[in-house]
T-cell receptor
Framework: KAGVTQTPRYLIKTRGQQVTLSCSPI?????VSWYQQTPGQGLQFLFE???????NKGNFPGRFSGRQFSNSRSEMNVSTLELGDSALYLC????????????FGPGTRLLVL | DAKTTQPPSMDCAEGRAANLPCNHS???????VYWYRQIHSQGPQYIIH???NNETNEMASLIITEDRKSSTLILPHATLRDTAVYYC?????????????FGTGTRLQVTL
């Protein structure tokens, strides 16, 4: 069974731009969660989607948003990029909402200049 | 969710057992202990979890003290491929479980 895939793997943007990241969960998994990882803050939960609905949300500004499609694929969008948004963005899938077993993808490394 | 405390780093010789401790003194009765690890530049990988009893799978063993205030992850025969950051997480096994709070973890360095 294929694992979680994320595209693109690397991305360079400039301040003020917006970016969209994509995540395809493991086949049959209906929940997708997003995490941000930075050297200073570690791994931080962004949000979780299940059946196209946001079920949990972390403490991030409204510039960070996401959505889930009927095939469980998910996208996250960051608008008006700031230098501090440079991070590894990780997507994780699980069978049901709330996990508890999360399967992480390889991540998208975003650099904001 | 209860907070956890882990040593920032540990070393282990290849072939020896690696014992990674975790303190979670404020854990509540229905919270589970989860262990994940993150190998450099990869996403975290689930290792094992438990509630009260000790658990073992093909990757590791989890020993939880009787009062559940601490636990130890044991890698019985560490290899160089086990070099990673290990996260101990305490969370409810319910609809909020995916909102896992990853601390700073323990950086395990396995050496020859």
């Amino acid at each position: 069974k294929a694992g979680v895939t994320q595209t693109p793997r690397y991305l360079i943007k400039t301040r003020g731009q917006q970016v969209t990241l994509s995540c395809s969960p493991i086949s049959g998994h209906r929940s997708v969660s997003w995490y941000q990882q930075t050297p200073g803050q570690g791994l931080q939960f962004l949000f979780e989607y299940f059946s196209e609905t946001q079920r949990n949300k972390g403490n991030f500004p409204g510039r960070f948003s996401g959505r889930q499609f009927s095939n469980s694929r998910s996208e996250m969008n960051v608008s008006t990029l700031e230098l501090g948004d440079s991070a590894l963005y990780l997507c994780a899938s699980s069978l049901e909402v709330g996990g508890p077993f999360l399967y992480f993808g390889p991540g998208t490394r975003l650099l904001v200049l | 969710d209860a907070k956890t405390t882990q040593p920032p780093s540990m070393d282990c010789a290849e072939g020896r057992a690696a014992n990674l401790p975790c303190n979670h003194s404020t854990i509540s009765g229905n919270e589970y202990v989860y262990w994940y690890r993150q190998i450099h530049s990869q996403g975290p990988q689930y290792i094992i979890h438990g509630l009260k009893n000790n658990e073992t799978n093909e990757m590791a063993s989890l020993i939880i003290t009787e009062d559940r205030k601490s636990s130890t992850l044991i890698l019985p025969h560490a290899t160089l491929r086990d070099t990673a950051v290990y996260y101990c997480i305490v969370s409810l096994n319910t609809g909020t479980a995916s909102k896992l709070t990853f601390g700073t973890g323990t950086r395990l360095q396995v050496t020859l």
